[in-house]
């Protein structure tokens, strides 16, 4: 190929090679007796310095050398002179692809806020920040990929656009190509689908779950790695309308094996990215740094963003039911104080601080809490013999709380009892007839079996150490947000 | 993890091991002396054969062991005696998981038609063909992220739900969460979609490469990898209305670096099921030469299904540009005696049968064309200098042809000079305003780029040899179809 990437070159190339490098301008300096161009390419954090003479380039293309503008640049790749760099390009000849106009070109070469570069999506990824983030959401990715893949993982492509409303799992979008005014109408005043697209209701999935299990029952051990789907009218720095979803489906994995799973894949992942990103990791280690000196003393944290990604690999993660987790939240000294937002008692669902606190202050490690109350999980979540332990029904859920940010993987083994899972589902309203298909699992060939779902950008977001979910996903859709 | 795959039994555990291996029944046979249990787990194409001496086990356990049933078999592993297999299970003990009542499963083992296999999509990855077509696609997705990675591009996840309708790629779903019937209007009497969740009308994406340039002005090397949705009431053996794509960009690549690019991507992918899918592809090898001992001799391929693939890896791709494969066609004895069904001469659209010819009977080899007409191709395609060779204007494209497909991949160089994009864009009735985001990066440093698009369930249909993509994706979207 006729295009050398900078990180090739700032890795490999000997001096004394003769290169084209190709990029974007990120800075010009001009000394007295020669200019210094910083090129990135985006293929790294890291800009190659080109040098001129003074007066080796002619003014017009000078002129036209600013923050933003494509070059490239011929030249002997020498020693550096300059601190913070081995190797520069002592440049030869300079081919101006695009200039970037500095009174119009939206991006300077000073700090913009995070706010301002959400509004120019398209051009974000060219910051240092952004780049780093993507770079690391692509090995993070891949890492996810090569995980399954390793383990004998089937990746299962289940739908996007679904008639299935049953999943309870959160608002839907509608997917529709009838008349936007005037919907044909059936008898009963209401409109009538079998003339839409699909000739029924289909909405954007929010889980591939579902279908997953259906995989599971017949490949073995499936994951599903694409977009899911929430309209709901949050605003939030947690929450997208569009977010991608890792879930795995095992046959034949129990509880435990599902917990094993969990922590050995997020593991994986996050050294991973330790290994492969080191550093873009370093450049946003340092970015949070700077910005925790702009807190207050209490609210700075006690962790780097590296400490943190070594805290979660290193330890093993504590695993207790959800009702001794109750037990000592409640002799809790925040909740003896009074303290925590939200009252916590056995049946609530845990909050964040609840799980925060379990991980931050009392295990210093990250938990898996299982065995929930069957009340406030949902109905495909396999039901727990009775037992003395707990005071009211709990399913084989578990979750995965993480420092920072809490839930970061939610899961069970799934009911495979047919009989268990029809009543549970008539007890909170699904018609079974609406999921004849996913019974059928139980029907015929029914066995053990378990999953668990993992939102990627919140792994992004944890690996990154970004603040805000709308800053580790390329092009955010939020409320009254679909722009580029 | 508890659960030990029928793959790894059968590939690397000796003679004398005590096994548990956990899977359904594909068959059960019964001699005078002895019980014969196929089993499969979906871990691979073959089973595992499970035996136990007449009367060993109880009548009312043998009784529920019917095909689709699902089993735990502990026992010893010995040499089988049966030919086609080298091992087999001494059954000690077996655990039923779930039976598969006979009268009511719907998978028997026999030989079911596709269209019925179709009608129960979530029990078919239980047949042969279906599991060994979904390992073979999950081989595929790993082969393509595993490719890009290694090659130093970054994958981008361009957004699903889109306000832009510019591209202009086919017809569009639309996505909203206004009242069905009563949407609400604004003055004019049109649809209010200020309203509506996103603030404005929303569709789903036909094409993440509008996105993918802006990922690849700032990354250098991108790839998308997602779902894309067409809603065209189309109901063929090659058309869904949700299918998923594969869109790599390259800032600094040109034509020649492109058509470098999709030859080499494409080998290696096909190189690696080749290697890692021996045994599925093997399977539907002889599938398929089944099949076409059923056609009329004349009907019947030169080809069957490793001689295409090794075909494809193993020639070097014929590279020549649309003119002059018009010239060949029109040239062409099928063109001469009447025989192609549509006309061909210079500016018209190939169809299937041209490209076949090409491929198939004048060349023998993959085909790449270029420089198409520019009023046949999208806005976006970089425009060609004036030249004698071609009757009229022509762009920078490019397509590659396979055998027995016609086109698997379209790409071009991307315009990159401002002026020259926003006429075309004006030409072909895109108003500039609405991809002003598309524009900036004309604006800003620009650079020569370029991509191509492959539709992933293509490649699918072509390394498995399926006559349907719908029966390469699990849960296949058409006019009517979103069962599941």
């Known amino acids: 190929m006729s295009y050398l990437p900078i990180q090739h070159v700032l890795k490999t190339l000997p001096v004394g090679t003769e290169v084209t490098i190709k ?18 390419d985006g293929s790294t954090i890291h800009t190659i310095q080109a040098v001129a003479e003074t007066g080796q380039l002619p003014e017009d293309t000078l002129k036209l050398i600013t923050t933003g503008a494509c070059l490239a640049v011929t030249g002997l790749l020498v020693e550096s002179q300059g601190a913070g760099q081995a190797v520069e390009v002592k440049i030869a000849s300079i081919q101006i692809y695009g200039p970037a106009d500095p009174d119009k070109y939206p991006l300077q070469p000073k700090r913009h806020s995070l706010e301002f570069l959400r509004e120019i ?73 079998s003339q839409d697209f699909f000739g029924r209701e289909t909405n954007l999935t929010v889980s591939g779950q579902l279908e997953g299990e259906l995989g599971a029952m017949a490949l073995g051990k499936i994951y599903t790695f694409g977009p899911t789907f929430r309209a709901e009218n949050s605003n939030t720095t947690r929450h997208l309308a569009e977010f991608w979803m890792i879930e795995p489906e095992m046959a034949f994995f129990e509880l435990e094996d599902n917990m094993n799973l969990a922590e050995d894949f997020v593991k994986t992942v996050i050294r991973y990215a330790l290994q492969n990103c080191a550093d873009d990791l370093a450049f946003l280690d340092n970015r949070l740094k700077e910005e925790e000196k702009t807190k207050k003393k209490e609210e700075q944290s006690d962790m780097g963003l590296l400490d943190k990604l070594q805290f979660v690999i290193s330890n093993e993660f504590v695993r207790l039911t959800y009702t001794d987790a109750i037990d000592i939240l409640v002799n809790s000294k925040p909740a003896k104080k009074g303290q925590f937002q939200y009252e916590v008692s056995w049946g609530v669902d845990l909050q964040s601080e609840h799980e925060r606190y379990l991980v931050e202050k009392h295990f210093k490690k990250p938990v898996i809490l299982t065995n929930y109350p069957r009340e406030i999980k949902a109905f495909y979540m396999k039901q727990d013999e009775e037992s003395n332990a707990a005071p009211g029904p709990t399913v084989r859920a578990m979750d995965v709380l993480f420092p920072g940010i809490g839930e970061i993987i939610g899961g069970s083994q799934r009911e495979d009892n047919y009989d268990k899972l029809v009543a549970r589902m008539q007890e909170v309203g699904i018609e079974p007839e609406a999921l004849w298909w996913y019974l059928d699992t139980r029907r015929f060939g029914s ?33 009254k947000t679909a722009e580029f």
Request: no cysteine.
């Open 23 to 40: 990029g974007w301008v990120r800075t010009k300096r001009e000394s007295k007796n020669a200019v210094f161009i910083a090129l990135n």
């Open 447 to 479: 066995a053990p079996h378990a999953g668990f779902g993992l939102g990627f950008e919140r792994l992004v977001l944890f690996v990154t150490g970004m603040g805000n979910i709308r800053d580790v996903i390329p092009f955010p859709r939020a409320p």
């Open 121 to 193: 999506a398209h051009l974000r990824p060219r910051t240092n920040t952004f780049s780093a983030v993507l770079r690391i959401r692509h090995a993070l990715a891949f890492a996810v990929h090569k995980y399954f893949n390793d383990n004998g993982f089937y990746y299962l492509n289940t739908p996007i656009i679904t008639a299935s409303d049953a999943e309870g799992a959160g608002e839907m979008f509608r997917v529709t190509t009838l008349d936007a005014i005037k919907p044909p109408l059936n008898e009963e005043g209401k409109v009538d689908y």
